[in-house]
């Protein structure tokens, strides 16, 4: 059982506000990733809820009571840090032991619960090792399997796989998951990239300079960003203006049908992700379509990113077609399902 | 001892070829070799009855027999190691506390982290002279008794220099040793004490647990270390003892240089002899904190 | 930490070591203090005179002489430990071990020991009674110890800087005047001043090896402690362990306040 809820936390450094306004309820058993660019506060939030640093302002409720005030010893949660930290005077065993130890477990006790745990980090037989004699993904799995054997209410992983190279870090990313739904262990962590964000976790936190812009499942955050920044953070390349006008989009690339709710003739920001605009090299296979010259490109192995001078500004453009050349002309459509246009409020950048 | 080898590179390195490092390491070991091994080495030949001049006479171990059987070196001995044993177990428990609390103090305290190093560079005489005016029977703290109330002549006052328990000795190398082994913690503690602390925390240690199971284990490898530097430092050293010990027994640095300034030509050998028997035992307890910092880098601590 | 234990800590260091610098210096200017005073019943600039000017000049000649010794062996020391921590610290080849223990020991056996051998050879080199026979005996235990400072600084030091300046250009000797050298420098300087003390603070090598002819600051205030003049030997004292403050205040202020860790 653990459910963890922060409520309008306000973290100071130095003085200094790092960290405002933020509330997040998780629930049991769920795994949320904290995602932002790097200093936008994220491992702080995590250190305040593991008790390591304590808020200006707000509350910190674990399993519906406030812990404020408790040290992080007397806290039910866990922190796994971004370096494996692992006591370099301990071997293996004694180290994922550690927890145990201090809660009073006898030796029985804790040898059966750090077996287990080994097997299940995919560990097993290295626990007589010295930790210096581990690679870098054994080092990170001990220093998740330390935290995992104290079966804590929350789990807060800083940067679970940053340490690690890219092979590894998929199946630590796979071990993560499974370990997580297997022992259904409410987890909060803390990652700086967006596609381990939308990979492992079943929502998303988006912090920008320390403040909660948009929480949800990875396919809202993704296809549906809450206003231009969040759509930039997750690789949106195209803003352009237009006014709602009974359910259509008016703005210089055509009258486009989309479902905002209200603002009929206001002045709004919409987006199209590059990878959603269509583009051909003849004009007859596409219709709707406006053209274009292609300024410069780039290929990107699956795909070639081109710049293309439109009659009303440039656009970017995700495309398959590999021959695209400058100067080349082409057609553009905007599919009016792709289009996302901000509400009033976000939209003022 | 501590090796200042941080060693991430120099195991891998590919160097200077082997003549080429030869000629950086020439210099250093000429005069190593031919000063402080020959200091050794001519000493030890001294001792065994070589005297240069009077050509080389048949060596014998008469020197180091007498002055082993002598009743007199057992009593210096014992006093010698107790002086040195009892300082570093002193200095060594009051570091491990003075470095907790440096290490918690911030870093805004900069003038009382600047204080804590002066005892570092004061040399062991300046010390020795203080204490002497302040602990002696008409010390400061003598004349402060009389002020008190507590005796009204000086000779009531509990003798703390030139003392039977080398009171003012112990004291002397305390102040001055706690420094150097404080800053030795220090600079483990700042590397890695802090964010393995916060692991301590978070895996449900209290402070006392922290403590014993983090903190001990970690600065363990470099007390170690320079607590035996300090006791071999303590255990040769000749100013200190020469000022605030008693007549009798000496510590075998005193006794060493007294027997080696004697009059009687004969005595000489016995002095380099007790010299020797010095460095013997300073050179041992050397070669155990090297097998000690070895263990401790095997077990991946970096002194 | 919490401020009133804070507060105690910087009160009970700061007293643990002023206290005996006080008593020196209010001994220095005490003309007449007798036992149980708790003051001294007058003051005054009696010892302080003596060590400028009395007996001919022989606290400033001390002074002197133990400066040239210090300087002299602190700078011979550093010289010949730069190859040798470079190689030391930068580079593994067979025998570091041997050679390290090699270096290392002198630091902390007595030079007591090592004294009294050196002596009768001395005397025949006729080194015995001079200067360049003090200096020696001093570098027996000060260059091991400019190693052993070194050392440390060659292992943290990054040779690849080197590399990337030779690759842009430069010559070999610009390479160490330029990149080296400014990179290592706060180094040299605490293994500099280090080896000063070091040699500044001895005592019984130098009795043994000047044979009372050579007269350092510490020879000096050994007979004045034996003739008891209090004031003066007070006096001559602060004299003695001012060069440690001043190094001390020197580092502290422009190396960064770089911990002197492993410094004695």
Redesign the interface.
């Known amino acids: 059982m653990g459910a963890l809820s922060l409520k309008d936390l306000h973290i100071h450094y130095d003085r200094q506000p790092v960290v405002q306004d933020f509330s997040l309820d998780i629930g049991d058993g769920e795994m949320v990733a904290l995602l932002g660019p790097s200093g936008a506060g994220k491992t702080t939030i995590l250190k305040v809820v593991a008790g390591l640093l304590a808020p200006a302002r707000g509350e910190v409720i674990i399993d519906g009571q406030v812990v404020n005030d408790r040290p992080p010893e007397k806290r039910d949660a866990v922190m796994v840090f971004q370096k494996p930290l692992l006591f370099p005077f301990m071997n293996v065993n004694q180290n994922i032991a550690f927890g145990l130890k201090m809660r009073g477990d006898d030796a029985a006790r804790r040898s059966r619960a750090v077996e287990r745990i080994l097997a299940l980090t995919r560990l097993a037989g290295l626990g007589p090792r010295k930790v210096h004699e581990l690679s870098g993904g054994q080092q990170q799995r001990v220093a998740l399997a330390r935290a995992l054997v104290l079966e804590p209410a929350i789990l807060l992983m800083d940067e679970p796989l940053s340490n690690l190279d890219a092979n590894l870090r998929q199946e630590m990313r796979e071990l993560i998951l499974t370990v997580q739904s297997e022992l259904n262990i409410t987890t909060l962590f803390v990652t700086h990239d967006q596609a381990e964000a939308l990979m492992m976790s079943q929502r998303v936190a988006l912090l920008l300079e320390g403040r909660l812009r948009q929480v949800g499942s990875p396919r809202d955050l993704f296809h549906r960003p809450a206003d231009p920044e969040v759509a930039r953070f997750f690789g949106g390349g195209n803003f352009f203006r237009g006014r709602l006008h009974e359910g259509h989009f008016e703005c210089d690339f055509g009258r486009l049908p989309v479902t905002a709710a209200d603002g009929n003739g206001h002045l709004r920001t919409a987006t199209i992700r590059p990878e959603d605009i269509q583009l051909a090299t003849a004009p007859v296979d596409l219709p709707d379509s406006f053209a274009g010259t292609v300024v410069r490109t780039r290929f990107e192995g699956m795909a070639t990113r081109a710049w293309i001078r439109c009659p009303f500004g440039e656009l970017v453009v995700l495309t398959a077609e590999s021959a695209l050349a400058p100067g080349q002309s082409v057609r553009l459509r905007l599919p009016p399902d792709k289009i996302r246009v901000f509400s009033e409020a976000s939209s003022s950048e | 001892?501590?090796?200042?080898?941080?060693?991430?590179?120099?195991?891998?390195?590919r160097?200077?070829g082997?003549t080429h490092?030869a000629?950086?390491?020439l210099?250093?070991?000429v005069?190593?070799?031919m000063?402080?091994?020959?200091?050794?080495?001519?000493?030890?030949l001294?001792a065994l009855g070589h005297l240069?001049?009077a050509g080389l006479e048949r060596l014998s171990g008469m020197h180091f027999g007498r002055v082993l059987t002598d009743p007199d070196f057992i009593q210096s001995f014992g006093l010698t190691l107790y002086v040195a044993a009892v300082s570093t177990l002193l200095a060594a428990g009051l570091s491990v506390v003075a470095a907790l609390?440096?290490n918690?103090?911030?870093a805004r305290?900069?003038?009382?982290?600047?204080?804590?190093?002066?005892?570092?560079?004061?040399?062991?005489?300046?010390?020795a002279?203080?204490?002497?005016?302040?602990l002696s029977p008409?010390g400061?703290l003598?004349?402060?008794a009389?002020?008190a109330g507590l005796i009204e002549t000086?000779s009531e006052f509990p003798l703390l220099v030139n003392d039977r328990w080398a009171i003012g000795i112990i004291l002397t190398y305390v102040?001055k040793e706690i420094p150097?082994i404080t800053?030795?913690l220090?600079?483990v503690l700042q590397n890695?004490g802090g964010?393995?602390i916060?692991?301590?925390?978070?895996?449900?240690?209290?402070a006392w647990?922290r403590f014993r199971?983090?903190t001990l284990?970690?600065i363990?490898p470099a007390l170690g270390a320079a607590s035996l530097?300090v006791f071999?430092?303590t255990?040769?050293?000749?100013?200190v003892p020469f000022?605030l010990g008693r007549t009798y027994p000496m510590t075998l640095?005193v006794w060493?240089?007294k027997h080696?300034s004697d009059i009687d030509l004969m005595a000489r050998p016995e002095?380099?002899a007790t010299?020797?028997v010095?460095?013997a035992v300073?050179?041992m307890?050397?070669v155990t904190a090297?097998a000690l910092t070895r263990r401790a880098r095997?077990?991946?601590?970096v002194l | 930490m919490s401020r009133p234990k804070a507060v105690l800590v910087a009160l009970t260091v700061l007293a643990a070591v002023g206290l005996p610098f006080a008593t020196l210096v209010i001994w220095s200017l005490a003309d007449r203090w007798f036992f149980p005073g708790l003051w001294p019943q007058a003051w005054g600039l009696r010892a302080w005179s003596y060590v400028v000017t009395t007996a001919g000049g022989q606290v400033i000649t001390a002074l002197w002489q133990s400066v040239a010794v210090a300087f002299v062996t602190a700078v011979v020391a550093v010289l010949v430990a730069l190859p040798a921590a470079r190689a030391l610290g930068l580079y593994s080849f067979r025998g570091k071990d041997a050679i390290s223990v090699l270096l290392t020991l002198p630091i902390i056996v007595p030079p007591l020991s090592v004294a009294m051998g050196l002596h009768l050879w001395f005397i025949r080199l006729d080194l015995a009674e001079s200067f360049i026979g003090v200096v020696a005996v001093h570098l027996t235990f000060c260059l091991p110890y400019a190693v052993f400072v070194l050392w440390g600084v060659f292992s943290n030091y990054n040779p690849d800087f080197e590399s990337q300046a030779r690759s842009l250009g430069a010559s070999r000797w610009r390479v160490w005047l330029r990149v080296m050298l400014p990179m290592i420098l706060p180094g040299v300087i605490v293994a500099g001043l280090f080896a000063f003390l070091l040699s500044w603070s001895q005592y019984l090598s130098t009795l043994i090896i000047g044979g009372g002819r050579l007269i350092t600051l510490p020879v000096l205030l050994f007979s004045l402690m034996g003739s008891g003049d209090r004031p003066v030997a007070a006096a001559v004292s602060i004299v003695f362990v001012l060069p440690a403050l001043v190094a001390l205040l020197f580092s502290a202020r422009h190396l960064g306040g770089k911990s002197l860790a492993g410094v004695r």
């Open positions: 001892m501590a090796r200042p080898d941080a060693g991430i590179d120099a195991r891998t390195r160097g200077p082997p490092l000629l950086m390491l210099p250093a070991l005069v190593v070799v000063l402080f091994g020959g200091g050794l080495l001519l000493g030890v001294q240069p001049g609390a440096l918690r103090m911030a305290w900069r003038l009382v982290h600047f204080v804590f190093q002066i005892p570092l560079t004061v040399p062991h005489l300046v010390i002279v203080a204490v002497i005016f302040m008409a400061l003598a004349r402060l009389v002020a000086a102040w150097f800053l030795m220090l600079a890695a964010e393995l916060d692991v301590g925390r978070t895996l449900k240690a209290d647990q199971h983090i284990p970690t363990f530097i071999a430092y255990f040769g050293a000749f100013e000022l640095p060493a240089y080696y002095g380099i010299g020797i010095i460095a300073v050179a307890a050397v090297q095997k077990r991946g601590i």
